[in-house]
């Protein structure tokens, strides 16, 4: 296991993030450098109840690389980027999701350090069913500015052979305790929480294909701390590289996310469906699922937690009672 130096966790406080953390906690590791931009957003509540050496602001990261300050790191996972999917700025995801991932990558790589960043399963753009990482990269065509500067990370790596040396993580639609912060970019079982906790009903796209009814466009629905037990696994118990799918394997419908909810809350099911946005229609997938085969081939045996569980967990155990990993 790779954790006998400093470890840098960039987005440190944010969802997945803090959540490895947490999980690193868990192995008994504190010996971390939380990297973050806090601003005014509460996501500072998710490192209360964590243990690590150091916190720096996310300016002061590459200064600090520059005069030597990280030179114990061993791994980094980096995490850190915008990860707005109706950002519009394309500059700005331009140089955080790509210029920064350039620079801490040749920096691992030319230290030795096991470096591990957050792609995306946005990447594969438009293409339905069993998504694997075995699909040409080139052949990729995001549909989102976000999806796009994660894309242009992948095609680097790919390019200067850093994908024989590094590992990239391809999340699928991650849920779970830490995500408060998101705004719109929170998951549905958050959002479906609150609107089930204040009207008692839920509201979910309608289908606009025939084969499709509403609410039964499926996705690949990962637990945070399946995602993170994936990351950790990736980053300190393999010497595997390239990229990699961070999902359940099997695809579940919207209202099978609704229901676990109403379920988890103990309310009777109660869906409103309303019409998908102009701006979605066309650019919608109906059906996706990641395919874990080459995570299994690194030796990664637990089994997902199926999504009644995880929602549960998640409602019961954080959402309804306020607290975050650790606490």
Same mark, same amino acid.
């Given at each position: 296991? /790779?954790?006998?130096?400093?470890?840098?966790?960039?987005?440190?406080?944010?969802?997945?993030?803090?959540?490895?953390? *947490?999980?690193?906690?868990?192995?008994?590791?504190?010996?971390?450098?939380?990297?973050?931009?806090?601003?005014?957003?509460?996501? *500072?509540?998710?490192?209360?109840?964590?243990?690590?050496?150091?916190?720096? =602001?996310?300016?002061?990261?590459?200064?600090?690389?520059?005069?030597?300050?990280?030179?114990?790191?061993?791994?980094?996972?980096?995490?850190?980027?915008?990860?707005?999917?109706?950002?519009? #700025?394309?500059?700005?995801?331009?140089?955080?999701?790509?210029?920064?991932?350039?620079?801490?990558?040749? *920096?691992?790589?030319?230290?030795?350090?096991?470096?591990?960043?957050?792609?995306?399963?946005?990447?594969?753009?438009?293409?339905?069913?069993?998504?694997?990482?075995?699909?040409?990269?080139?052949?990729? &065509?995001?549909?989102?500015?976000?999806?796009?500067?994660?894309?242009?990370?992948?095609?680097?790596?790919?390019?200067?052979?850093?994908?024989? &040396?590094?590992?990239?993580?391809?999340?699928?639609?991650?849920?779970?305790?830490?995500?408060?912060?998101?705004?719109?970019?929170?998951?549905?079982?958050?959002?479906?929480?609150?609107?089930?906790?204040?009207?008692?009903?839920?509201?979910?796209?309608?289908?606009?294909?025939?084969?499709?009814?509403?609410? =039964?466009?499926?996705?690949?629905?990962?637990?945070?701390?399946?995602?993170?037990?994936?990351?950790?696994?990736?980053?300190?118990?393999?010497?595997?590289?390239?990229?990699?799918?961070?999902?359940?394997?099997?695809?579940?419908? *919207?209202?099978?996310?609704?229901?676990?909810?109403?379920?988890?809350? =103990?309310?009777? /099911?109660?869906? #409103?469906?309303?019409?998908?946005?102009?701006?979605?229609?066309?650019?919608?997938?109906?059906?996706?699922?990641?395919?874990? +085969?080459?995570?299994?081939?690194?030796?990664?045996?637990?089994?997902?937690?199926?999504? +009644?569980?995880?929602?549960?967990?998640?409602? /019961?155990?954080?959402?309804?009672?306020?607290?975050?990993?650790? #606490?």
């Amino acid at each position: 296991m /790779r954790a006998d130096g400093l470890i840098i966790v960039t987005g440190g406080a944010g969802f997945i993030g803090s959540a490895v953390v *947490w999980a690193l906690n868990q192995r008994g590791i504190s010996r971390i450098l939380v990297v973050d931009r806090l601003g005014r957003s509460e996501k *500072w509540r998710n490192l209360v109840p964590l243990a690590f050496d150091d916190y720096i =602001e996310a300016d002061e990261l590459v200064p600090a690389i520059e005069r030597g300050a990280l030179n114990e790191a061993t791994t980094v996972f980096h995490l850190g980027a915008c990860s707005s999917t109706t950002e519009t #700025d394309a500059s700005y995801l331009v140089r955080n999701n790509f210029e920064a991932t350039k620079t801490l990558a040749a *920096w691992a790589c030319a230290r030795g350090a096991r470096f591990v960043y957050a792609s995306s399963a946005a990447t594969y753009g438009a293409l339905e069913g069993y998504l694997s990482e075995s699909v040409e990269l080139a052949s990729l &065509r995001p549909l989102n500015m976000y999806g796009y500067s994660k894309h242009l990370f992948d095609l680097h790596a790919a390019r200067h052979g850093y994908l024989e &040396r590094i590992v990239g993580l391809k999340y699928f639609n991650v849920f779970g305790p830490n995500e408060d912060h998101k705004g719109e970019m929170r998951s549905m079982v958050h959002k479906a929480f609150g609107q089930v906790r204040d009207g008692g009903r839920v509201r979910l796209f309608k289908s606009d294909r025939p084969e499709f009814g509403d609410g =039964e466009q499926r996705r690949d629905f990962v637990y945070v701390k399946d995602a993170v037990a994936m990351t950790l696994h990736l980053g300190l118990d393999t010497s595997a590289t390239g990229l990699f799918n961070v999902a359940s394997g099997a695809a579940r419908t *919207w209202n099978d996310l609704a229901g676990a909810v109403f379920g988890a809350m =103990e309310r009777p /099911r109660a869906i #409103d469906y309303v019409d998908m946005p102009a701006q979605l229609r066309g650019k919608y997938q109906y059906s996706t699922v990641g395919v874990l +085969d080459k995570l299994r081939d690194t030796g990664y045996t637990p089994p997902p937690t199926p999504l +009644d569980a995880a929602v549960r967990d998640y409602v /019961r155990n954080y959402l309804m009672p306020d607290r975050r990993l650790g #606490d």
